[in-house]
């Protein structure tokens, strides 16, 4: 058998400006319908497996346990009140979600804050439905590194703001390392300022459903953001990743890897990675790519490149996608050399996500994710 | 003291087409402590000889045997053949992304061996057959055969040669692609490994210039899928004077 590899290079066409702002925007869910199948953005979603979080208004019945490590420079405060200006949400879960929840994290860090340690927030589920607001401030000229924690299990929608003050530079981790039940419903959304840099990387290994929507949007010229992804399905798992860079701003910069495996029956991986770069935003430079690795039958992955270029004058914009199976070469390579076919097929599945990891550069989690992986696969692979 | 018997061996490749004989019976012996060259034009069959003999789920097995000190090699997987004692260096060995060269010899080792090697004594081990192959000691961390020169390739199958000491070697043109030094370089590394005594080599090549270096005890010349001639180290000379239109009976 050799390796099947698809590859999905699309037309990139310059399109007329066309208005995209969403037809709704709001804090309130019972300003949007209730999505279904038929609506472009839950087509590959199993609305059944929802537990109802689309329709925006199933009660809490418990909370999540929220932990921060203490680290200079940084503060977290958990606040009841809703208070300050919030840009609506583009979707009923979203809505649903703030409308629902009793209070909201705000992680800080302090202008001009070098952090020295990586702040960890970790979100443990104990089975209940809950929501979260999480705010991630970056003061001017800050650095850091936020790694969030997902674990336990849930039925929880919880949003991340991100706010990259200019000059800033942050890097924010979300593990999706749920128990096998686990359903988590999100949107990221990144702002970035003037000169300012993001690496926003979304890492989905548990749950039964996990749906992250991470967006940037930059408010002035310079940004840059790099979203990078890695994500593994077993069998009956769904992980959907929708991104969307909205390239205002001129002379910004936006680059996305993800890369997932697939294994088992029902395994299903979804990558939409949407990216406009509207007629003012010169000077563009824009990349994306998608690679998917179906380790045994029955598992799907969908991989959507989407770029829509309004304007001619840019630096660069691509994108690329494939899904193939192991390569028997490589393996042959690997057996000849006394290694078992199962052992090979390891070591092909964790070479195939080290440069991802290199590139993620926070080492504390590496041997969490290489670990996970291969405990989920349980043995087998 | 192994030995390898191929006998009556034939072989198709599964094409596009259906089914293609390349193998039309390969009779060929080697011992450990010898030097076999086969030598043939391209497209003979000689890569296919040796990917049979390793293994390679491509090649189909159509007659013959294969056995190694009297097991049959052919009922036996990949894996199992390297730990039993088979080596093949490729002619065009394959990129794993993202597996550095340390963890692949290590991983590889540890199966051959049956045990993980101990940590000092292997470090010491992959340093001194690196250095002794001119192999930048930072190759170690590099991934296998990424963005690697053909030369550099070249050497790393000799490296793997080297630390596995296999009873049987097949060379597949590990010659080609090198320049002068490095190919004096790779020779030597092979005669280490002969000089034990302990392997048999069937090296496959083109060129008489590896065999100024390694000198073979038989060459055999290879064509349309099988050997037609044998005989000592002057046979090569005769090839490379004469080419190896003498040697195909109408
Ligand atoms: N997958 C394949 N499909 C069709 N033909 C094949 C395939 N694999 C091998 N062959 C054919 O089998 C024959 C033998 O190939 P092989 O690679 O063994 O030759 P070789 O003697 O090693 O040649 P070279 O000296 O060029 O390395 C060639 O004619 C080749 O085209
Ligand atoms: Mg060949």
Redesign the pocket.
């Given at each position: 058998m050799t390796a099947v590899t698809e590859h999905i290079e699309r037309e990139v066409a310059i399109v007329p400006p066309k208005d995209h702002t969403p037809v709704i925007r709001s804090l309130d869910p019972s300003d949007f319908p209730t999505p279904t199948s038929r609506d472009e953005e839950f087509r590959f979603t199993p609305m059944a497996k929802l537990r109802d979080l689309h329709k925006g208004d199933v009660p809490t019945t418990g909370g999540m346990a929220i932990a921060v490590n203490k680290v200079p420079g940084a503060t977290f405060e958990l606040s009841a009140a809703k208070t300050g200006e919030r840009q609506g949400f583009t979707d009923k879960i979203a809505a649903g979600a703030w409308a629902s929840l009793d209070s909201i994290s705000t992680l800080t860090i302090s202008a001009d804050a070098q952090l020295e340690e990586s702040v960890v927030v970790s979100i443990v589920g104990s089975g209940a439905v809950s929501y979260g607001q999480l705010d991630i401030n970056v003061g001017k000229f800050a650095k850091a590194v936020v790694i969030v924690d997902h674990i336990g299990d849930a039925t929880y929608a919880g949003n991340i703001d991100i706010n990259v003050a200019d000059g800033a530079s942050v890097c924010v981790v979300s593990l999706q390392d749920w128990d096998a039940k686990a359903v988590h419903l999100a949107q990221h959304r990144i702002t970035l300022g003037r000169d300012s840099s993001v690496k926003h990387v979304s890492i989905t290994l548990g749950g039964e459903v996990v749906r992250i929507l991470p967006s940037v949007v930059y408010t002035a010229p310079g940004g840059q953001a790099e979203l990078l992804g890695l994500y593994f399905a077993g069998a009956g798992q769904h992980a959907e990743h929708r991104l969307f860079v909205d390239h205002s701003e001129a002379n910004c910069r936006s680059n996305v890897v993800y890369k997932g495996a697939l294994d088992g029956a029902d395994a299903h991986t979804v990558w939409v990675g949407d990216v406009l770069i509207r007629a003012n935003a010169v000077g563009t430079d824009t990349y994306e790519i998608n690679r998917n690795l179906v380790l045994s039958g029955g598992g799907r992955a969908d991989s959507v490149p989407n770029l829509e270029i309004e304007t001619g004058e840019i630096v660069g914009a691509g994108h690329a996608s494939t899904t193939g199976r192991f390569d028997d070469e490589q393996l042959f390579y690997l057996q000849s050399r006394g290694i078992t076919p199962d052992e090979a097929r390891k070591l092909v599945l964790r070479g195939f996500f080290e440069d991802l990891l290199s590139q993620i550069g926070v080492p504390e989690i590496n041997d969490r994710v290489r670990n996970s992986i291969e405990t989920r696969l349980g043995g087998h692979i | 003291m192994s030995v390898i018997e191929i006998k009556g061996l034939t072989v198709q490749?599964?094409?596009e087409d259906g089914p293609?004989d390349?193998l039309r019976g390969v009779d060929l012996t080697v011992k450990a402590g010898e030097v076999h060259a086969l030598m043939?034009?391209?497209?003979?069959?000689?890569?296919?000889?040796a990917y049979a003999i390793a293994g390679h789920p491509?090649y189909s097995i159509t007659g013959g045997s294969v056995t190694l000190d009297g097991q049959d090699v052919l009922a036996m997987s990949v894996d199992e053949r390297a730990r039993a004692g088979l080596f093949l260096a490729m002619?065009y060995p394959v990129e794993v992304p993202g597996v550095s060269i340390s963890n692949f010899l290590r991983t590889s080792i540890t199966a051959i061996r049956g045990e993980a090697p101990n940590l000092r004594h292997w470090i010491k081990e992959l340093k001194e057959s690196m250095a002794g192959l001119q192999i930048d000691p930072q190759f170690a961390e590099r991934n296998v055969n990424e963005g690697f020169s053909g030369g550099e390739r070249k050497r790393t199958e000799i490296l793997q040669m080297e630390l596995i000491n296999p009873r049987i070697a097949v060379l597949?043109?590990t010659d080609s692609g090198l320049d002068v030094d490095a190919l004096r370089v790779v020779s030597e590394g092979i005669n280490r490994v002969c000089a034990k005594g302990e392997t048999g080599v069937l090296l496959?090549t083109?060129f008489t210039r590896i065999l100024k270096y390694v000198k073979p005890d038989f060459v055999h010349v290879?064509y349309d899928g099988r050997i037609v001639r044998e005989g000592g180290s002057e046979l090569a000379d005769d090839i490379e004077a004469n080419g190896y239109a003498q040697f195909v009976t109408a």
């Open positions: - | 490749v599964t094409t293609k390349i043939g034009p391209n497209g003979s069959g000689k890569s296919t000889l491509k002619q597949d043109e496959i083109h290879f």
